[in-house]
C-alpha cells in the first residue's frame, strides 16, 4: 500500500495551470525528493499533499484514506517551511506544543513528547527560548520538531535549508537523513539543490514545468537521464553536450559531429532509433587525461580556461568546435595554451534525441 | 589602537582619520531657526488660548491678546466644566464628556474588533469574493459620508433605535470599518504566509488562529487603531448631533452649544477652557503614543 499517492492531480492559479494530470505514488517508509528549478510546480505539490492548495481536479491519498477534501490538520502530516515559520511570540516549548494544545492533548503526554522531540533535536536547553533568541540552525530544528512531536504518518520538507549558509546545511542535511533512518516516516521533501536531492533521496522527482520528468533512484536520474533536461539539471559542473547526427551506417552506428565522427557501438541504445539529429551528453568526470583504452573515444586539444575548485579542477578544451569541461585532480597544473589529449567511455555517456530530448 | 593614536595629531588635521567630525554650518543654523519659527507660530494659538482661560472676564474685555494674565483664576475652568450653560440645562461640559465616553469606549472596542477580523479573514482564509468585498469597502473608505445620513435616519427610525446610545455606536462601528479593515489587512499582508499554513497543518482553526497566533502579533497595528478610532470618534460632530439623541450628546456637540450661545455675554474664558477641555482627550492621546502612530500610518501605507 503506498503511502502516499497522488492521482489525475491538477491544479492552477487562475488561468495559469500549474500542474496538469499529474500521478505520484510514495512507498511506505520512502523518502521522496522533489527537484526542479523554480517554478516548476514541486512547492505547489507539496502544498497540495498537505491540503494548503484547493485542487481542480484529481484525487490525494494518504496513508490508504482519500484525504483531497480533508483538512490538514487531520490528513497526519508534519510540514516544514523555508521560512521556519516558528510563533513568534511563543517559546521553543510552546511552538512545539502548539499542534498538541490545539488537538486537546492531555498536559502530560504533551509534556512527554515535547520532552522526547527536544531530546532527539538537541533543542533541550532551549525550551524557554523565543525564535529570535535562536540561529537559524536551531530555528529549523525547532521547525522539524514541530512535526515531530505531532506523531504523524508523513513529513512534508519545503526547501528547508534554503535558507541556511552552506556549513550549517550540510550538518541539518546530515541529521534530517539520520532522523529518517531513526523515525522510518515517509518523507517528501521538496528542493532546487541536487546535492540534497541526490544525498538524501531514496527516489527523486525531477520536476519541471509541472510535469514529473523522471522519478528513480539518484544512481539512475545521474547516470541514466531520461531526458536532456535532467542530465543538463543534475550534475555540478553540467554535463558537455556535442550536438550532432546520428547515423546508422553498416559498420556501426555514429554521432556525425561535422569535422569528428564519433563510434556509438559501445553505447547502450534505450530503444530503435533511425538518422536524426542527436546531442551526446558526456560528464566532466567521465572524461579522463591521457592514452584512449580501448572502446574509448579519444580527443586531442588545447586548454583553454583553467577552474581550480579545490578538490578537482575543471580543465576546459574543445571537441569538434564544442568547448568541453573535463574535471581532474585539483592538485594537477595544467596552464593555458598546453596540449592536452582526453577520452571517455561511451557506455557512461547519454544520448538524446535532439528535437524531443528524450533519451535514445 | 596604537597604531591610530600614531596617526592622530601628529599627522594633523590635514589627514582625514576616525569619526569625521560635525560641524555646525550656516544651512543647519538657518535649518534649526525656521523650525523653531515654525514651532513657535503653531503653538501660539493654544498659548493665546491657555493664557485666555486663565483671564477673568475683566481684563478680556482690556484687550490684551498676548499680556500675561494679572491674577489667574481657574474659575472658568471650572465653571466650563461644571456650570456654563449647553442651551437649556447648566450643567456645564462635564455631562458630555461622560457621554463622549460612552459612545468612545464600546465604538472603539467593536469597530476595532470587526475591523481586525475581517482584515485577518481577507488576507488568509481568501475566502471566495473577497477581492470584490474588499473593493467595496476601499470605496466606502473615500466615500463622503453626508450622503448617508439621510437614509440611515430613515433605516434607525424604522427599528425603532434612532436617538439612542446603541445607534451612535453602530453609526461609528460602521464608518470605522472600512479604513480599520484596510489597516489591518495590509498589517497582515506583511505576515508571512507559512506561519499561516503552519497553524493550519498544526490544527489551528479559524478562532484559534485568529486568538492564539494572531493577536500577539498584532500589537503595533493594535496601538495605531486604538489612536485612529479614539481621535476620529472623540472629534466627530456630525454623527453625535444626528444620530445619538438628547440625553447622549457628545462632547464636541456641548461645546458647540456653549460656545455659540448667543444670548448674554460671550464669556471668552470659558469658551476656551470648554476648548481646551474637550481637546485634551485627543491631544493626551498624541503624546503618549505619537511615536507608534506615525510607524503604524506610514506601514499602512507604503505596503498594499
Redesign the interface.
Known amino acids: 500500500m503506498a503511502s502516499v499517492s497522488v492521482r489525475r492531480l491538477a491544479v492552477s492559479f487562475g488561468h495559469v495551470k500549474v500542474i496538469e494530470n499529474l500521478d505520484l505514488e510514495v512507498e511506505e517508509g520512502e523518502f521522496i525528493v522533489l527537484l526542479g528549478p523554480s517554478g516548476c510546480g514541486k512547492s505547489t505539490l507539496l502544498?497540495t499533499i498537505?491540503g494548503?492548495i484547493d485542487i481542480e481536479a484529481g484525487q490525494v491519498w494518504i496513508s490508504g484514506k482519500n484525504v483531497t477534501w480533508t483538512?490538514?490538520?487531520d490528513r497526519g502530516?508534519?510540514?516544514v517551511?523555508?521560512?521556519y515559520?516558528l510563533?513568534?511570540?511563543m517559546t521553543v516549548q510552546q511552538n512545539l506544543s502548539?499542534?498538541l494544545r490545539?488537538?486537546g492533548v492531555p498536559r502530560a503526554e504533551i509534556e512527554a513528547r515535547v520532552a522526547k522531540a527536544a531530546k532527539l533535536l538537541q533543542l533541550e536547553d532551549l525550551l524557554r527560548r523565543r525564535p529570535a533568541e535562536l540561529s537559524g540552525g536551531q530555528r529549523q530544528r525547532v521547525?522539524i520538531g514541530?512535526a515531530l512531536v505531532?506523531n504523524v504518518d508523513v513529513f512534508l520538507f519545503d526547501e528547508p535549508l534554503s535558507n541556511l549558509d552552506a556549513k550549517l546545511r550540510n550538518e541539518l542535511r546530515v541529521e534530517i537523513k539520520k532522523l529518517h533512518r531513526d523515525l522510518g516516516n515517509t518523507m517528501i521533501y521538496v528542493t532546487h539543490d541536487q546535492i540534497e536531492a541526490l544525498t538524501l533521496a531514496d527516489r527523486i522527482a525531477v520536476m519541471r514545468n509541472g510535469v514529473i520528468q523522471q522519478l528513480a533512484t539518484p544512481q539512475d536520474v545521474y547516470h541514466r537521464p531520461k531526458n536532456q533536461f535532467v542530465a543538463g539539471f543534475i550534475g555540478s559542473p553540467t554535463m558537455n553536450f556535442l550536438t550532432g547526427r546520428l547515423i546508422l551506417g553498416a559498420a556501426g552506428p555514429t554521432l556525425d559531429l561535422g569535422s569528428v565522427s564519433i563510434d556509438l557501438s559501445a553505447y547502450g541504445f534505450a530503444r530503435q532509433s533511425s538518422d536524426v539529429p542527436a546531442v551526446l551528453g558526456v560528464r566532466p568526470e567521465h572524461i579522463d587525461l591521457g592514452a584512449a583504452s580501448p572502446g574509448h573515444f579519444a580527443a586531442n586539444g588545447k586548454v583553454e580556461i583553467v577552474e581550480p575548485m579545490g578538490a578537482d579542477m575543471i580543465v576546459w578544451s574543445r571537441i569538434a568546435d564544442t568547448p568541453v569541461r573535463i574535471r581532474v585532480d585539483g592538485d594537477s597544473a595544467f596552464r593555458n595554451g598546453d596540449d592536452i589529449a582526453f577520452h571517455f567511455d561511451l557506455a557512461r555517456a547519454s544520448l538524446f534525441d535532439a528535437q524531443s530530448g528524450e533519451r535514445l | 589602537m596604537s597604531a591610530l593614536a600614531e596617526l592622530g595629531p601628529a599627522s594633523g588635521a590635514a589627514e582625514p582619520a576616525g569619526p569625521k567630525p560635525k560641524r555646525l554650518t550656516a544651512g543647519r543654523l538657518g535649518l534649526y531657526a525656521f523650525l523653531i519659527i515654525a514651532a513657535l507660530f503653531f503653538l501660539l494659538p493654544f498659548y493665546v488660548m491657555v493664557i485666555t482661560s486663565l483671564k477673568p472676564m475683566s481684563e478680556i474685555r482690556y484687550g490684551n491678546l498676548f499680556g500675561w494674565p494679572a491674577a489667574p483664576t481657574i474659575a472658568a475652568w471650572l465653571k466650563a466644566w461644571a456650570s456654563a450653560c449647553t442651551g437649556v440645562t447648566c450643567n456645564g461640559i462635564e455631562v458630555g464628556f461622560f457621554n463622549s465616553m460612552k459612545i468612545l469606549i464600546p465604538s472603539v472596542i467593536l469597530s476595532i474588533a470587526i475591523g481586525a477580523v475581517t482584515g485577518y479573514a481577507l488576507s488568509f482564509w481568501r475566502p471566495r469574493g473577497a477581492n470584490v468585498l474588499f473593493a467595496v469597502l476601499l470605496l466606502g473608505a473615500f466615500m463622503p459620508y453626508q450622503v448617508f445620513l439621510y437614509p440611515l435616519v430613515r433605516v434607525f427610525s424604522m427599528i425603532y433605535l434612532y436617538s439612542t446610545l446603541i445607534c451612535i455606536v453602530i453609526v461609528h462601528t460602521i464608518f470605522g470599518l472600512p479604513v480599520m479593515t484596510l489597516l489591518f489587512r495590509n498589517f497582515y499582508a506583511g505576515i508571512p504566509i507559512d506561519l499561516f499554513k503552519a497553524a493550519r497543518v498544526d490544527g489551528g482553526a479559524f478562532w484559534s488562529i485568529f486568538l492564539q497566533l494572531i493577536i500577539p502579533m498584532s500589537t503595533p497595528i493594535l496601538i495605531v487603531a486604538v489612536i485612529l478610532q479614539i481621535t476620529g470618534i472623540w472629534n466627530d460632530f456630525l454623527f453625535g448631533l444626528v444620530f445619538a439623541g438628547r440625553e447622549n450628546m457628545p462632547m464636541t456637540v456641548q461645546l458647540n452649544n456653549i460656545v455659540n450661545t448667543t444670548t448674554g455675554e460671550r464669556e471668552y474664558n470659558v469658551n476656551m477652557a470648554a476648548t481646551i477641555l474637550t481637546a485634551l482627550v485627543p491631544l493626551v492621546v498624541y503624546f503618549i503614543s505619537g511615536r507608534w502612530f506615525v510607524r503604524g500610518i506610514a506601514a499602512g501605507a507604503v505596503k498594499g
Open positions: 502544498n498537505a494548503l483538512e490538514p490538520k502530516i508534519g510540514m517551511f523555508q521560512s515559520a510563533y513568534p511570540r502548539f499542534g490545539m488537538a521547525a514541530r505531532r
